[in-house]
C-alpha cells in the first residue's frame, strides 16, 4: 500500500520559514517524480515545485527563489523548504508521486497524500 504523508505545515507571519516533509511508503521517492501542488480557499489547485527522477527540477514563478525542492533517499522523503513567506503562499500543501511522468494536475497522479495547511498571517 502506497502513502504519501505530509507534514511540517502551521501557522508563520509574513517572513517566515517552514519546511514540509512528505514521507512515502510503499514507494521509492528516487524512482518516481515528486511534486507539491497548493490549493488556496476556491477550487484552484496549482503546482508549486516537480523534482523528477533525473534530478531535474522546475518550480512555480511566483515561489522562485524563496522555496526549494529536494529529497532525501535514504529517509525516502521529499522536502519542501519555504522562505520569506507570503500571505498569499497560505493553502493546503499536498504531495503527489507518478512514476510515468511529471503532470501539471494534481489529479493526474497516482498517488497523492493528505496535505498539510500552511497559513502566513501579514
Known amino acids: 500500500q502506497v502513502q504519501l504523508v505530509e507534514s511540517g505545515g502551521g501557522s508563520v507571519q509574513a517572513g517566515g520559514s517552514l519546511r514540509l516533509s512528505c514521507a512515502a511508503s510503499?514507494?521509492?521517492?528516487?524512482?518516481?517524480?515528486m511534486a507539491w501542488f497548493r490549493q488556496t480557499s476556491g477550487d484552484e489547485r496549482e503546482r508549486v515545485a516537480v523534482?523528477?527522477?533525473?534530478?531535474?527540477?522546475m518550480m512555480k514563478t511566483a515561489v522562485t527563489g524563496r522555496f526549494t525542492i529536494s529529497k532525501d533517499n535514504a529517509k525516502n522523503t521529499v522536502y519542501l523548504q519555504m522562505n520569506n513567506l507570503k500571505p498569499e503562499d497560505t493553502a493546503v500543501y499536498y504531495c503527489?508521486?507518478?512514476?510515468?511522468?511529471?503532470?501539471?494536475?494534481?489529479?493526474?497522479?497516482?498517488?497523492r497524500g493528505q496535505g498539510t495547511q500552511v497559513t502566513v498571517s501579514s
Open positions: 510503499g514507494i521509492s521517492v528516487s524512482n518516481y517524480c
Open positions: 523534482l523528477n527522477v533525473g534530478g531535474g527540477i
Open positions: 503527489a508521486a507518478d512514476s510515468y511522468a511529471c503532470q501539471s494536475k494534481l489529479s493526474s497522479y497516482p498517488f
